[in-house]
Structure formats: C-alpha cells, structure tokens
C-alpha cells in the first residue's frame, strides 16, 4: 500500500476528471495532486529509505531527459507512420489543448494553476511515481510474492525491460516514455538512490513545463 495507493490515488482521481467540463479543469487538478500527496503523506514512515540526492547528477539527467522528451518526441511525430503507432496513445489535436490563459486569463487564476500544475508535476509526481514504479515495480518483477526481500535497485534483465516498456501504458507519447524510463532505470541501478531519482524525475517534469509554458508547445501539457 504505501508503493500503490498513492500512485492510484492520483491515477483515479485522474479518471474523475473525465465527469467533469474542461472548465473544471484547475482545480480537479488541484484535487488529484493534493489527493495523491496526502495519501503518501500517510504512509510516509512506510517508506524504504530514500538515499542520496546526487544533486548534481539529478539536475544534468533531468535537464537531458528533459531535452530529449521533447526532440525526440517532434522527431518520431514528424514521420508519416507515427500515427499508425499511437495505438496506446495519441497526442491531443491542437483544438483540444488547455491553453492555460486563453481559459484563465492572465490574473491570478492563471498563476494559481501554473503553480499548482508544475509545482504538482515537479515534486508530487516523481514522489508518487518513483515509489511506485522504482521501489515496487522493479521488485515486484523479481520476486511476486516477496518482493520487499528484494533489495532496492535490484538489477535484472527481465524486470529493467518490462518495467521500461510498461511506463508506454501511463504515457500517451509512449516512444518517450519508454526512453525515459530506460535512462531513469539505468540511473537507480547505479546509484541505488530513490532520492535521486525523485530529484531526477522532478527536474525533467520542471523543465519540461517551463519549456511549454515559454514555447506554447502544448502537445506537452
């Protein structure tokens, strides 16, 4: 539970979202980040321990992981076959992008969602997902039915690539995804950090808005 319920938490949360208008949108976001958080706040004494933070190192890979999500995602878009390979997922058309100030304005609505959503995606998602997907996952691939005997950053081959090429099931740009979760897999193994990995995590997804937010790129959003 402490691994899962976070994760589904915010994953659910998530699917509420479709009951709901698109105007609703702030603060169902508001809902299922501070919904996710609380839940892993919970089981927070639960946690294995988390390591170093490597800051250094976290910041580099985040920036370049960051880089590469959005040129190689344009880069495999741009081929005419794309389209036929978005089977488990699909970038919105450009009339279905939230355009965050063509809806809010530019006052303090504005501002309270851009907080909220790259805040959220900043330092809720790496936590909820790190755990989930680094300190669950990739043991559970080891060991089903023990897998808290499995020591943290466990390599195997079988568990590194079934777990990269699950993250294709939580990200509609899933080419990206898979390479993220290559270059985030192969960086835990190293230096057995949950910590890192979270700082890691939270400095692509930070860079990653504010490059959207800047370039109006919204396909990323």
């Not at 603060?27 to 490597?54: E, I, M, N, Q, S």
């Not at 389209?83 to 100030?101: C, M, N, R, V, W």
């Not at 099931?169 to 193994?189: A, D, K, S, T």
């Not at 692509?204 to 490059?211: C, V």
């Amino acid at each position: 539970m402490p691994f899962v319920a976070p994760f589904l938490t915010f994953l659910a949360l998530m699917a509420l979202e479709g009951l709901f208008d698109i105007s609703h949108k702030p603060w169902l976001y508001a809902l299922r980040t501070f919904g996710a958080l609380a839940v892993a706040y919970l089981f927070r004494k639960y946690w294995p321990p988390l390591g170093k933070p490597h800051l250094p190192l976290s910041i580099v890979v985040g920036l370049v992981v960051a880089y590469g999500w959005v040129a190689v995602h344009h880069w495999f878009a741009s081929f005419d076959w794309y389209s036929a390979t978005q089977i488990l997922g699909k970038d919105p058309a450009p009339e279905e992008f939230y355009i965050p100030h063509e809806r809010l304005g530019t006052g303090w609505k504005y501002w309270s969602f851009l907080i909220v959503r790259i805040g959220g995606a900043s330092t809720v998602v790496p936590l909820i997902e790190e755990l989930f997907w680094r300190a669950f996952v990739l043991r559970l691939l080891i060991d089903w039915y023990r897998f808290e005997d499995v020591p943290l950053a466990k390599f195997t081959w079988f568990s590194f690539i079934v777990c990269s090429l699950a993250s294709a099931l939580e990200h509609p740009q899933w080419e990206v995804g898979i390479l993220c979760w290559v270059v985030y897999n192969l960086l835990f193994y190293w230096k057995k950090s949950l910590l890192c990995l979270m700082i890691t995590h939270g400095i692509t997804n930070l860079a990653l808005y504010i490059y959207v937010v800047i370039y109006e790129d919204w396909v990323f959003w």
